[in-house]
C-alpha cells in the first residue's frame, strides 16, 4: 500500500490480557516511530526503530511495553499485563531514513482496556 | 526538556474568516518545527516543516511561519473543510517528536 497500515484499527481487551499492535511503515523506509495520544492530547513518543534495532526506547512508559522489528520492516508493539490506563491511540510512524524531516503517520490502533 | 505550547485550544471561525494559530516552543537545538493535521479517527497528516526564524511556507490557504521561540499557522479565507485538529511538533536532541495538545479547529459555513 501506498501509506502506513495498523491493525487491528480496534482492539478490546481486559484489565491482565496480553496485546498485541501491529505496524507496517511505507516500503522502503527505513526509521520506524510508536506514539501513543490519549484523549485530548497530542501523540506522545514512545520508541524509534532505525532498521531492526531499537535505536531510542526512552519513551517506554514501564517494562510490560515492549516492541519488535525482526526484519526492518513490519514491527509490533506488546503490552503486557494491561491496565485501563493503557487505553489510548497507538500510532506508528515511518520516514525514509533517520534524520528524514517528515514522519508520515498511520490511522492508528485504537486500544481499549476494560 | 522540549515543551511544545499550542494555543488556543479551540477555535470557531466562520467560513471566509482568516486567523492565526499559535506554537510556542522550546528546545534545546532546533532540528525542525512540523505542523501537522488530523481529523478525526485519524493518524496526523503532515502539512509543513520550518527549520529556521524567518523562514515561511504555504499551501493553499495555509502558511507556516516561524521565530525563535513561536510557530504561526495563519488560515487565509478558511473554507467548512479546514475543519480538523492542528497539531505543532518540535524535534530537538531526541529522535521522536514532542508534540503539543493541538488546536481545535472549526470553520462554520
Known amino acids: 500500500g501506498a501509506g502506513v497500515s495498523q491493525t487491528p484499527s480496534n482492539k478490546v481487551t481486559e484489565k491482565g490480557k496480553y496485546v498485541e499492535l501491529r505496524c507496517d511503515p511505507i516500503?522502503?523506509?527505513?526509521?520506524l516511530y510508536w506514539y501513543r495520544q490519549s484523549l485530548g492530547q497530542g501523540p506522545e513518543f514512545l520508541i524509534y526503530f532505525q532498521g531492526t534495532g531499537a535505536a531510542d526506547d526512552s519513551g517506554l512508559p514501564n517494562d510490560r511495553f515492549f516492541a519488535v522489528r525482526p526484519e526492518g520492516s513490519v514491527s509490533t508493539l506488546k503490552i503486557q499485563r494491561t491496565e485501563r490506563g493503557d487505553s489510548a491511540v497507538y500510532l506508528c510512524?515511518?520516514?525514509?531514513?533517520?534524520?528524514?524531516?517528515?514522519?508520515?503517520f498511520g490511522p492508528g490502533t485504537r486500544l481499549t482496556v476494560l | 526538556e522540549d515543551q511544545v505550547t499550542q494555543s488556543p485550544e479551540a477555535l470557531r471561525l466562520q467560513e471566509g474568516e482568516s486567523s492565526s494559530l499559535n506554537c510556542s516552543y522550546t528546545v534545546s537545538g532546533l532540528r525542525g518545527l512540523f505542523w501537522y493535521r488530523q481529523d478525526p479517527g485519524k493518524g496526523p497528516e503532515f502539512l509543513f516543516t520550518l527549520y529556521s526564524a524567518g523562514e515561511e511556507k504555504e499551501k493553499e490557504r495555509l502558511k507556516a511561519t516561524l521565530t525563535k521561540k513561536e510557530s504561526f499557522l495563519h488560515i487565509t479565507a478558511p473554507k467548512p473543510e479546514d475543519s480538523a485538529t492542528y497539531l505543532c511538533?518540535?524535534?530537538?536532541?531526541?529522535?521522536?517528536?514532542?508534540f503539543g495538545k493541538g488546536t481545535h479547529l472549526i470553520i462554520q459555513p
Open positions: 516500503s522502503g523506509h527505513t526509521a
Open positions: 510512524a515511518s520516514s525514509l531514513f533517520w534524520g528524514s524531516d517528515t514522519q508520515y
Open positions: 511538533a518540535s524535534r530537538g536532541g531526541a529522535d521522536g517528536l514532542t
